[in-house]
């Protein structure tokens, strides 16, 4: 019998509890041993729930019994969650976790700790909820080269990008319906603003190139200036927006950002839709291959955690994560990295003043039923760095400046 | 040192060969221990080529040779190949394939075999080219029950499709340019009558279902018969025509088949163009989850080949694939489940005597400027079984009929 213990018995703990007790036979026979959840830890009391007859109050009765050989951490945030893991880990306990705050801030450090100590430290879920990339990428990385990772990596910001697109709204109405739908939190911030995402690539972006990336290095712009004219204008082009976040590697420089882009029908992500989440890879090898799925939710992300629990029994002794070095990885400056972008200035006709400042301009046309149709002069440049367009531009008022990806 | 030996020096096999000692250091680093090709057999000689000092031309030399640990079969069909790798396997040496014929035939024999000698059998590049789906599939396995697996499993036909989709071509036009471009066999049968899709459905059906599915027993149909027309009625309802392997479970029974579908938007599978794959798997926890990447393609492909030569490294005495049981898992028919269809009949204006035949039927005009305008009525049923629809239809002439994705 191999005993778990589920720290945090909120949407994602539960669902766990769900999982193993539901699927269980099945669980046990491809782990190879019964698996039991032995503890659940969580400071709240659940009266009549059935996991009231495994919960406890206290971590130290989890770490200080030797039977539990493996500990899931689902309560979220970086402490206490870091401090229970890493003591864990110490004692030789795998971990598995959803966590991408603490992920992305100590994964260095908590693989390290969990080699020293011939355990496992497995993440899956904290990227892409039940979306199999961690598992993927780390198998990838050991032929491939990555050259890029771009990812649809937030399910409520393509949620509302979607339904700006096809319904034509406004960006505040589709947030107020997804806050009423519960697809988003009433304090948006983490998610619009591209905190979640930037988390996420910095994830990604550490494992791939394997350096620690700070989340706090990389260059971050969230969704709140997209506007339905955006949207009017890009569908002319049969192209749509959608928030990436995005780590490559160029002239031996790395390179990552989370922004809005306009991606035309081409691009894979293009057609990933609602509260999907997508990551598409590219190796000097293999080309490019496309993870997709539901980013979040409650059984999915549950789903993957375990998925990690039957890992960590199977390997139980070996190492099966590549793990990336603690040295901090110094990102290239993004406004050196030449990228088109979709720019709509205030004023009709300024073709002419816009040609003399700026090279192999594509200009777009507003909708005529637009309200912005006849005020405004709006294109696409060629790949161009962003101070240079900043330049270029200061003789006029800008609208809207939207990178677009190639 | 880790020594492998290439059986074949085909496509695949140069790229198996051009991967490992392209990206060595990069491998041999994930492996743990340097990574050296000893032999390559070929019937051929390659005079000049890189592969001349390795190349041998009998496969006893690999056989008995002890120092060979890992030996990667990319020759393709099913003799020699099967016994090849069968004997290998009996002597402990791990086996990467890319053979999907062969997985297909004797997958749950060779992963037996090689259960028995405490090596390993891996298949990652049989489905889906260099596309990671074997071994994610294999991981969500360990906690989910998969409901359906669908996928388009075979580029040159979605090449076919994509093309007369977007640019309105006959199938024999498309076909032709095909060849012309390589995208294509001169006798293409294998791809465009679905018998490659079909062996890829059989081998992700086995490892789902855990029970071998033969490949004769699944229905098989392919796109020799789609037409031009046929997209012009679907493409009025933002909808395409694909050719899908599917396998799905419903009330105890196991169905699997290939056949073009109607698919539309809201399907992930609807935005996958050209000569990529994916594979779209339904679990029980997981939710949809989809892989996509290119299906084929050299060092794609040796790529996912070369990651299995790692596994198998990394993984040494120690069994890392589920095994799915040889017993023949009989299949369900799929004339007794009801599936809506697209029906396409000779006259004009019989919108009356179809309703007489079948309920709820939801007809579709085709655009004003098709040849078949006023010629023909067409529709979408309700889901409809494949044998009660003959029967319904006995009084009309059937242009055209397909089953439609829901």
Not at 82 to 110: D, I, P, W
Not at 222 to 248: H, M, N, P, R
Request: charged residues 25%.
């Amino acid at each position: 019998m191999v005993n778990v213990a589920i720290l945090g018995y909120g949407t994602v703990g539960s669902g766990v509890f769900e999982v193993i007790n539901k699927n269980n036979s099945h669980i046990s026979r491809r782990a190879g041993d019964d698996v039991n959840v032995k503890y659940v830890l969580d400071l709240r009391d659940f009266p009549g729930d059935p996991v009231e007859s495994v919960l406890v109050h206290d971590f130290n009765v989890i770490l200080n019994d030797p039977e539990v050989d493996v500990v899931v951490e689902v309560m979220g945030g970086v402490e206490p969650a870091h401090t229970f893991v890493r003591q864990s880990l110490e004692q030789g306990k795998s971990v598995c976790t959803s966590n991408k705050e603490m992920v992305a801030k100590y994964g260095a450090e908590l693989l390290k700790v969990a080699k020293e100590h011939t355990c496992n430290f497995l993440y899956e879920a904290s990227v892409g909820g039940g979306i199999p990339i961690i598992r993927p990428l780390n198998q990838s990385l050991t032929v491939d080269h990555v050259n890029e990772i771009s990812g649809i990596l937030n399910g409520t910001t393509n949620y509302i990008l979607t339904k700006m697109s096809e319904e034509g709204l406004k960006f505040e109405d589709v947030l107020k319906d997804a806050q009423d739908r519960g697809y988003a939190e009433r304090n948006p911030e983490a998610d619009v603003e591209g905190y979640d995402a930037c988390r996420k690539i910095a994830i990604l972006a550490s494992m791939a190139y394997e350096k620690q990336v700070d989340y706090e290095d990389i260059y971050t712009e969230g969704i709140t200036k997209i506007t339905k004219e955006d949207f009017e204008y890009v569908s002319q082009l049969g192209a749509s927006i959608k928030l990436l976040g995005k780590a490559w590697k160029e002239n031996g420089n790395i390179y990552a950002m989370v922004a809005p882009f306009v991606i035309n029908k081409d691009n894979p992500l293009y057609g990933v839709r609602g509260v999907f989440n997508a990551i598409l890879l590219n190796g000097d090898m293999l080309g490019d291959v496309m993870f997709y799925g539901k980013g979040a939710g409650k059984l999915a992300t549950a789903s993957a955690v375990v998925s990690d629990v039957v890992d960590a029994i199977k390997h139980k002794g070996k190492i099966i994560m590549t793990f990336w070095g603690s040295e901090k990885r110094t990102l290239g400056d993004i406004n050196d990295f030449a990228m088109p972008y979709f720019v709509r200035v205030e004023g009709a006709g300024r073709e002419a003043e816009i040609e003399k400042v700026l090279d192999n301009v594509q200009f777009i046309s507003a909708p005529a039923d637009s309200k912005v149709a006849g005020t405004e002069t709006a294109f696409i440049t060629e790949a161009v760095k962003g101070a240079d367009l900043e330049e270029a531009l200061k003789g006029f008022t800008v609208v809207s400046k939207i990178r677009v990806s190639q």
